[in-house]
């Protein structure tokens, strides 16, 4: 009788080469995605040892960390970006790679672009020089973040030896309650089991949760599991998945599609199967979540209470106390963007609370849609005229105040409620304070001008 498998052994058997005498796994690579940041030296190290890409129809490059996402591009405000950006063409270029350049149509966060074009598919796995690569288990795709001398391997052989990670089920219990999202859990998990509760494996959500939540959700919850220590989150393939990769403009046929469900069948969880570790996290008790200090796992009801034994050094930095209440805290700016929450759904969810209302005079609020067909798709249903309307600045696609590379930066001491995944020290600004939190929350922030539990707005229209 064969073992028992989970789905995460599954894909991962199906991709393995060959057992190396050190443990490691030699993994097929079906797609390497890359950006401006990460591939300089990978490409120079091609260029020394004469080697060419060994499967370039396999490989796609994105414009997104520096690229200025201000009317006209500006990309002279961020030192070294145009030269950086021009490299890349050029690799691009001479390797024979796809890229999607910052004129280009469908220009975008990589994390963004490549699952809502078609080209991320279930059973696949993808690497990109970015720790957010996890994003791709949204559609049930292996994805990991990868370095430098990593990205060349992959580029000259499109595979990769890796130890291969522990299994860990995340079982989802429980209803999800009216206004809260995929954000929302993902912040409660961390701050309930901690921003090392995933380190050495690989993770599937599971549970009636999930069921229930669309593609672009299951994207923002695997994108964050990089946040708990885990280099791989996942869900399982079902009819939502193939229902949303159908309507991409780079999908396969519906006869290919057809196949690759059948064969998604294969992979499938085996009743009996185990997984190494196993966290149980009930969502039908979750309130909108907001981050209080300076990991993503310092995280609490916005309408609750900083912990009484909160870490001191966070506290510090973020100028707030123990005990306290962050309802009505001044904030400055509002972000609502990155390959965390700039999907459609995103900024729908934003517009809603946002509709008829006006930004605080004391906000500078931007909203920077996670790609260009992303920012078409809002102004086709004339969500950039909410946003505008309000006091948003309505920007052109771009990591924008996410890693803060590219001029979108917050002054020392501002406070920001931001849609991103990591609130660290001076990461949006040198003695910036960030607030992670979901869309809804950004909003309420970006209209009161002081931290907002999102539900008393909603529906609520002025």
Request: net charge negative.
């Amino acid at each position: 009788m064969p073992e028992a498998r989970t789905f995460l052994d599954k894909v991962w058997d199906n991709h393995e080469v060959e057992r190396l005498d050190n443990g490691q796994s030699l993994l097929f690579i079906d797609r390497l995605l890359l950006h401006e940041l990460s591939t300089p030296r990978a490409f120079e190290e091609l260029r020394k040892r004469g080697l060419k890409v060994a499967n370039p129809d396999l490989v796609i490059g994105f414009s997104d960390h520096i690229v200025s996402t201000e009317p006209g591009r500006a990309t002279g405000n961020v030192p070294g970006g145009p030269e950086m950006l021009e490299m890349f063409r050029r690799n691009a270029r001479d390797f024979g790679i796809r890229h999607f350049d910052v004129d280009d149509d469908h220009q975008g966060i990589v994390h963004v672009v490549a699952p809502e074009l078609g080209l991320i598919l279930p059973g696949m796995t993808v690497v990109c020089g970015d720790s957010h690569t996890c994003t791709m288990g949204g559609v049930s795709a292996m994805g990991w973040g990868i370095g430098t001398s990593e990205i060349a391997q992959v580029l000259a052989t499109q595979t990769l030896a890796i130890r291969k990670p522990g299994t860990m089920r995340v079982e989802l219990t429980g209803a999800l309650p009216k206004g809260v999202s995929a954000k929302d859990i993902v912040l409660g998990l961390i701050a309930e089991f901690g921003v090392s509760a995933g380190v050495g494996h690989m993770v599937e959500f599971t549970g009636e949760a999930l069921a229930g939540m669309t593609v672009e959700a299951r994207m923002t919850l695997c994108n964050m599991a990089i946040e708990m220590g885990a280099r791989i989150g996942m869900t399982a393939p079902d009819e939502a998945t193939f229902d949303y990769i159908a309507k991409r403009p780079l999908a396969p046929s519906p006869d290919v599609l057809e196949t690759l469900r059948r064969a998604c069948e294969d992979v499938a969880t085996d009743p009996g199967a185990t997984w190494d570790k196993t966290l149980t996290f009930d969502v039908s008790r979750l309130r909108p979540q907001i981050t209080w200090g300076t990991t993503p796992g310092e995280a609490m009801a916005i309408c609750g209470t900083i912990p009484a034994a909160a870490d001191a050094r966070a506290l510090d930095y973020m100028q707030l106390d123990a005990g306290a209440s962050l309802l009505g805290t001044p904030v400055n700016r509002v972000f609502i963007g990155s390959c965390t929450n700039g999907r459609l759904s995103d900024l729908r969810e934003a517009a809603a609370i946002l509709q008829g209302r006006k930004v605080a005079a004391t906000v500078r609020a931007l909203v920077v849609p996670g790609s260009m067909s992303v920012k078409r798709a809002a102004e086709a249903e004339g969500l950039d005229l909410i946003f505008k309307e309000a006091g948003f600045e309505w920007r052109d696609s771009g990591c924008s105040m996410c890693p803060g590379l590219n001029g979108d930066k917050a002054g020392a001491g501002e406070r920001i409620v931001s849609t991103t995944n990591r609130n660290f020290e001076n990461r949006q600004g040198t003695g910036a304070r960030t607030h992670l939190a979901s869309p809804a929350s950004a909003a309420a922030a970006a209209i009161t001008g002081v931290i907002t539990d999102p539900g008393a707005l909603a529906g609520a229209g002025t």
